[in-house]
Each structure stands twice: as structure tokens, then as C-alpha cells.
């Protein structure tokens, strides 16, 4: 980014500012979307390319899997061919990753269901809304990986029960109509609550209660920064916010955390 303000552009501008309300805070609670994935090939749902433009959500109600066999097995299908299989992460989960590494942060919470975070070398990812890398059985609630059930699908197991007692087994993952697990919901919030800033990328901090925890982070006078590729629900509570890819903006907002941290002699 050049110093000399004449010829900033738009995108150095907007980082600058990020910098100057990131600078100093010790305690940053990054909040992610789909939109910090779709560089790695995993569409988001409300995004101009978005799952939601070709497919109806009313469909992916908790409801409808419970009721309908030919959902679950749509759902099978859908999962034995996901892009999250083939997804490796990106710039931007390696900046979260790293800005954690250096001890900048009180907690990553995602709404993302694909473990690219953890990929990327995170830690103690809250997953709000689960992981599609795991299955659980709605009856007595065993975890299983997802492979192992993925191996009966393929082997013609269409509509897969728990072998334990017969129940119906999902993706580990929250359905429109289920709640969050409270224990996920409450770490979130509980961050929220001690942190400095908020770093929310790549979301249209649209989907409740999730976006809530970004709103508690304000509450308790965190600084809000947004990095995404088009508007959020939230814009107007931001101090900062950075149009564009979270894969080319993410490296340079946490390069230059680390240098002025680097500057304030490591404190
Ligand atoms: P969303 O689809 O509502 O919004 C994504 C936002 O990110 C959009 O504004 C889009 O324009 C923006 N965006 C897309 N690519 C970007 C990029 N490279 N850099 C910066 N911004 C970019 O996503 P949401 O707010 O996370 O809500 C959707 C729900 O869908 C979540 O609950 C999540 O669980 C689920 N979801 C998860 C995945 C995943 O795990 N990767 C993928 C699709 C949906």
C-alpha cells in the first residue's frame, strides 16, 4: 500500500482505515460467512453465484428431512459430491490463522460448516452452525465421520440409519428450523463479550441468532470492522468496512497488524 495519500486507491483506503480501528485491539473476535470460502471453490449461499439463486431454501428445513425420504437422499446425493471434499483453504484462512498464531485473537467463530479454518491451522473454532465433516444420529445423538456413512451411501444405502438404533442420520450440521447448540451459541457470545474488535468476513450477517453475536460484540463497544464483497445486514454499525475479496484483503489487513504490533515493540 503506498503512503503517499494522493495515489491511495479506493481498496488502500478502506484498508488503512481497517488497520486504524484494528491497531491496538489485542482481543479480536474474527466472525465468518461463506463468502471467506468461495475463493476455495465452496459457493455461499446469498452471494451473486449463491446456492440460493438456483435452489429453493424452503426445502432445507429441518422439517422437510425429518418428513421426507426423497430430501435425505437429495441431501446424500448432494454431500457425496460436495466441493468441500476437494476445497483446500485459502489466503484469507491462512491470515485468520495467522492473526490467531500471533495471540490477536479471542475466538474464531464461523458460520461455516466446511473446516477450512481448521485446515488452515485455527484452533478452537466455535462452528456455529456444525460440520459437514461429521454425521450425527437425530435419535441418541452418536457422532460419526461422515465417510463411514458416505461408504454406505455409495454402496447403495440411499436413506442411512444409525446401526446402534435405528435412527435417522444427518450431516453434523444446523438445518433451517434447528437450534444452535447452546453451547456453541453461549462461547460465541461469551467472546463477544470480552472482546476489543470484531472482524467479520465474508457474510451477509443476515442468518440469525449467529449474526446476533456480532451485534453483542458492538453492544459491549468492540470496534466493528467488515471485509466483504457486497453489503451486510450490519453496515450501518461498522467503523470500518472493506469492499472486496476476503483471499486478497485478509493478507494485507493482518500483515499490517503484525508490523504495527511488531512497531508498538510487540505489546
Ligand atoms: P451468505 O451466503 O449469506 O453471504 C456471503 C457473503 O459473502 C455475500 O455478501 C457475498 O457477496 C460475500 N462474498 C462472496 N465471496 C466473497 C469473497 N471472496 N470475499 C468477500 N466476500 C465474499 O453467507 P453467510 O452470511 O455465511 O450465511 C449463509 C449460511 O450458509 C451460513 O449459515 C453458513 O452456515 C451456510 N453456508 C456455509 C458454507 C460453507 O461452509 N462454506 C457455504 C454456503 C453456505
Known amino acids: 500500500m503506498s503512503s503517499d495519500p494522493a495515489s491511495q486507491t479506493e481498496g488502500d483506503r478502506a484498508v488503512a482505515v481497517a488497520l486504524a480501528c ?3 485491539a489485542r482481543r479480536i ?3 465468518t460467512g461463506a463468502g471467506i ?3 476455495s471453490g465452496i459457493p455461499d449461499f446469498r452471494g451473486p453465484q449463491g446456492v440460493w439463486k438456483t435452489r429453493d431454501p424452503a426445502r432445507y428445513t429441518i422439517q422437510h428431512y425429518l418428513a421426507d425420504p426423497e430430501v ?10 460436495a466441493a468441500v471434499d476437494r476445497a483446500v483453504p485459502n489466503a484469507a484462512h491462512a491470515a ?9 485473537t479471542t475466538a474464531i467463530v464461523t458460520q461455516n460448516i466446511d473446516g477450512l479454518h481448521q485446515l488452515a491451522g485455527a484452533v478452537d473454532v466455535i462452528e456455529l452452525h456444525g460440520t459437514t465433516r461429521e454425521a450425527v444420529c437425530l435419535a441418541c445423538e452418536r457422532r460419526l465421520p461422515v465417510e463411514t456413512v458416505l461408504d454406505r451411501v455409495r454402496e447403495g444405502d440411499h436413506d442411512p440409519h444409525c446401526e446402534l438404533c435405528g435412527g435417522l442420520l444427518k450431516t453434523a450440521t444446523v438445518s433451517f428450523g434447528q437450534r444452535l447448540p447452546d453451547r456453541d451459541l453461549d462461547a ?3 467472546a463477544a463479550d470480552g472482546c476489543d474488535a470484531c472482524l467479520v468476513i ?4 443476515s442468518v440469525w441468532p449467529a449474526a446476533g453475536v456480532v451485534v453483542q460484540a458492538v453492544r459491549t463497544r468492540a470496534r466493528l470492522v467488515i471485509v466483504n464483497d ?3 445486514d450490519l453496515d450501518d454499525l461498522a467503523d470500518a468496512i472493506v469492499p472486496g475479496r476476503a483471499g486478497a484483503v485478509l493478507p494485507r489487513l493482518v500483515d499490517g497488524l503484525l508490523a504495527a504490533r511488531a512497531g508498538d515493540g510487540g505489546r
Open 188 to 190: 460465541a457470545m461469551r
Open 202 to 205: 465474508g457474510s451477509t450477517l
Open 230 to 232: 457486497g453489503a451486510t
Open 29 to 31: 473476535l474474527v466472525f
Open 96 to 104: 485468520v490463522a495467522a492473526l490467531q498464531r500471533a495471540g490477536l
Open 37 to 39: 470460502s468461495t475463493e
Open 22 to 24: 484494528l491497531r491496538g
Open 72 to 81: 435425505r437422499r437429495e441431501r446424500w446425493r448432494d454431500r457425496l459430491d
